[in-house]
């Protein structure tokens, strides 16, 4: 095993980014396994179990750990609110959604939690979301890799569209954050 490869630390960042619920590196395995550099097959399956993991865990500290947590939470209330709308709103489904809501993907688990949800219940729904996630996000990618290969070519050659692009992308992330989570 050379400790040096893509292939060994790649592995091991999508087991650590999947655990915390990123989409980007759960991309980043998909373009890498197009590009022959990972396993698609052992690469997704290691974002599904980490990333089923990493809701579980969160999903634990809301039901058992609750006054630990609690002081994280004072400056996130809205966000809180809104994890608890979608989930009294669509119900299971939150759980399939929360996981493509940047800022809001970790409070969905907690507020279930916190809502005394039944942990097997949650721990079932979620094995299955977070397949349809990692599925979703990894074979798009890869699907699209050619796209993706292309776009950072440019961007190889026009370094201020990235900034640009990703500025783009936080600014319309935190315009629609903050339309969803103000009072109507």
Do not use: C
């Amino acid at each position: 095993m050379d400790f040096g490869s893509l292939e060994t630390w790649g592995y091991l960042a999508v087991a650590f980014f999947a655990f915390g619920g990123s989409l980007f590196i759960v991309a980043a395995a998909g373009v890498f396994a197009f590009m022959g550099k990972m396993d698609l097959t052992t690469a997704l399956t290691i974002a599904i179990v980490s990333n089923f993991l990493g809701d579980m865990f969160l999903f634990y500290l809301g039901k058992y750990q609750k006054k630990e947590i609690q002081p994280y939470f004072a400056k996130h209330k809205r966000k809180i609110a809104l994890a608890t709308l979608i989930m009294r709103k669509y119900g299971i489904a939150a759980i399939f959604i929360q996981k493509f809501l940047y800022g809001i993907k970790t409070l969905v688990p907690l507020s279930m939690a916190l809502s005394k949800y039944d942990f097997k219940k949650f721990g079932f729904y979620n094995f299955f979301a977070s397949i349809v996630f990692v599925l979703t996000i990894g074979l798009s990618a890869y699907y699209s890799s050619e796209v993706i290969i292309a776009f950072f070519g440019v961007i190889k050659e026009k370094p201020w569209i990235a900034p640009l692009v990703l500025f783009s992308i936080l600014g319309l992330a935190w315009f629609t954050m903050e339309k969803l989570t103000k009072k109507r």
